[in-house]
């Protein structure tokens, strides 16, 4: 498992080590989630519904798809 010590700034950013980034496909576009497990705080890449489909086949389950669809149509109203 990579360790990466990042600072926190005054107004709660952080940066994700470059090579994480890389390796998990995160970019400035991507939404990630920050949740809390197990009394720890994880960040997620966030999957919209298009990378369930074509080059990012098999990386999503049907519980994501599923609410991805519900937030897509959350947006809309």
Same mark, same amino acid.
């Given at each position: 498992m990579a360790s990466s010590e990042v600072v926190v700034t005054r107004k709660g950013q952080i940066t994700i080590?470059?090579?994480?980034?890389r390796k998990f496909g995160i970019?400035?576009?991507? &939404?990630?989630? *920050?949740? +809390?497990?197990?009394?720890k705080i994880v960040i997620k890449k966030r999957l919209s519904i298009f990378d369930l489909a074509g080059s990012g086949a098999? &990386?999503?389950? *049907?519980? +994501?798809?599923?609410?991805?669809?519900d937030e897509m149509r959350n947006e809309d109203e």
């Open positions: 080590p470059v090579k994480l980034r970019d400035e576009s991507c &939404k990630v989630e *920050v949740v +809390e497990e197990l009394g098999g &990386k999503g389950t *049907v519980d +994501e798809l599923k609410r991805a669809l």
